[in-house]
């Protein structure tokens, strides 16, 4: 199986890095000084929890017009650069290639093979363009929810916090060969990647504490402990998570956490800034369209009331503009 990590950074990283170790041929993508510092020295690789602390040596490119197609590719990058570079990136693509898109909020595939009246429906929120659904091809894609947590330490050089566990499956929840022979593919190199009988329903218990905890924050300039202790945001939260179960709950989504244990299990990880806040820190590019407007689009889609979410996205949205970090 040929393998290429179209986005070399944290995850994608992380999980080369993974795949390398145990003796899985990969091929990176990457740009700038991580990508010179890769293909100068190596690719570095610690973690604690896999007590590794180690560099390796890849295949990596900046121009991928000459490296022919593969099997399987994973996009690291996030859902404005997805869209952006998807023609781009299908240039690496056969008929019969996977896509494993790892980004974060609601993806752009989501209604594919959803069935009843929404199926099909392409989200302007995240796909304004429909170049995903056109060159990547839904029939492509293997869903996957992430939760590792992981940061460029510095460039080629990647640092894994916690968490092994990438959740694969189906537009339509069948366990067909090719999302077992991924899920051997990561378990083979430590990483956790069960099937998921319901990919959407894990993809919202991720999203409800995503919409809600990264956009608040660059309001706040909060840590997690902080918003979740503090009875104010607190508030904010549980209303935004409980909108966001209202637009499941009318496109049949099961819940699969209480909203009150899955404020509790952020509050657990302590005083950890959201990498959404992190980013807005750095002036990088915000993911909030995938995050919350891609929500406010399916409360429109739905006819569901959702007035917390909307303020904050309007709010978060001026703060991102005004940092320039907002991209439309």
């Given at each position: 199986?040929?393998?290429?990590?179209?986005?070399?950074?944290?995850?994608?990283?992380?999980?080369?890095?993974?795949?390398?170790?145990?003796?899985?041929?990969?091929?990176?993508?990457?740009?700038?000084?991580?990508?010179?510092?890769?293909?100068?020295?190596?690719?570095?690789?610690?973690?604690?929890?896999?007590?590794l602390?180690?560099?390796?040596k890849?295949?990596?490119?900046?121009?991928?017009?000459?490296?022919?197609?593969?099997?399987?590719?994973?996009?690291?990058?996030?859902?404005?650069?997805?869209?952006?570079?998807?023609?781009?990136?299908?240039?690496?693509?056969?008929?019969?290639?996977?896509?494993?898109p790892?980004?974060?909020?609601?993806?752009?595939?989501?209604?594919?093979?959803?069935?009843?009246?929404?199926?099909?429906?392409?989200?302007?929120?995240?796909?304004?363009?429909?170049?995903?659904?056109?060159?990547?091809?839904?029939?492509?894609?293997?869903?996957?929810?992430?939760?590792?947590?992981?940061?460029?330490?510095?460039?080629?050089?990647?640092?894994?916090?916690?968490?092994?566990?990438?959740?694969?499956?189906?537009?339509?929840?069948?366990?067909?060969?090719?999302?077992?022979?991924?899920?051997?593919?990561?378990?083979?190199?430590?990483i956790?990647?069960?099937?998921?009988?319901?990919?959407?329903?894990?993809?919202?218990?991720?999203?409800?504490?995503?919409?809600?905890?990264?956009?608040?924050?660059?309001?706040?300039?909060?840590?997690?402990?902080?918003?979740?202790?503090?009875?104010?945001?607190?508030?904010?939260?549980?209303?935004?998570?409980?909108?966001?179960?209202?637009?499941?709950?009318?496109?049949n989504?099961?819940?699969?956490?209480?909203?009150?244990?899955?404020?509790?299990?952020?509050?657990?990880?302590?005083?950890?800034?959201?990498?959404?806040?992190?980013?807005?820190?750095?002036?990088?590019?915000?993911?909030?369209?995938?995050?919350?407007?891609?929500?406010?689009?399916?409360?429109?889609?739905?006819?569901?009331?959702?007035?917390?979410?909307?303020?904050?996205?309007?709010?978060?949205?001026?703060?991102?503009?005004?940092?320039?970090?907002?991209?439309e």
């Open positions: 199986m040929r393998i290429c990590i179209f986005g070399a950074g944290a995850i994608g990283g992380m999980i080369g890095s993974l795949l390398k170790y145990n003796n899985i041929d990969v091929t990176l993508i990457a740009r700038g000084e991580h990508y010179n510092e890769i293909k100068k020295n190596g690719l570095v690789f610690k973690s604690k929890e896999y007590n602390d180690i560099c390796q890849f295949d990596i490119y900046q121009d991928i017009s000459d490296i022919g197609k593969f099997d399987l590719v994973i996009n690291g990058l996030k859902a404005h650069s997805a869209n952006n570079t998807a023609k781009h990136v299908s240039q690496l693509l056969h008929n019969s290639s996977v896509i494993l790892t980004l974060n909020g609601i993806p752009w595939w989501f209604f594919y093979k959803f069935g009843g009246n929404y199926d099909n429906y392409q989200l302007r929120s995240v796909d304004p363009n429909e170049f995903q659904w056109k060159f990547f091809k839904p029939s492509r894609v293997i869903g996957c929810v992430v939760y590792p947590a992981a940061f460029i330490k510095s460039p080629g050089v990647i640092e894994h916090v916690e968490g092994k566990r990438l959740i694969l499956g189906e537009p339509d929840n069948l366990k067909t060969t090719r999302v077992e022979v991924l899920s051997k593919l990561f378990m083979s190199a430590g956790k990647a069960p099937i998921s009988k319901n990919i959407r329903s894990d993809i919202w218990l991720k999203l409800i504490g995503n919409s809600s905890f990264n956009p608040l924050s660059i309001i706040t300039k909060a840590t997690l402990k902080k918003m979740c202790e503090t009875q104010e945001t607190k508030n904010i939260i549980f209303n935004m998570m409980t909108e966001a179960n209202n637009i499941a709950q009318k496109l989504i099961p819940m699969k956490l209480d909203i009150e244990k899955r404020i509790e299990g952020a509050r657990l990880v302590g005083d950890h800034k959201t990498s959404t806040l992190q980013d807005f820190e750095e002036k990088k590019p915000l993911e909030l369209n995938a995050l919350i407007k891609s929500l406010v689009e399916l409360g429109n889609l739905t006819n569901t009331n959702i007035p917390t979410i909307n303020t904050i996205f309007a709010l978060s949205k001026y703060f991102a503009v005004e940092n320039n970090c907002y991209v």
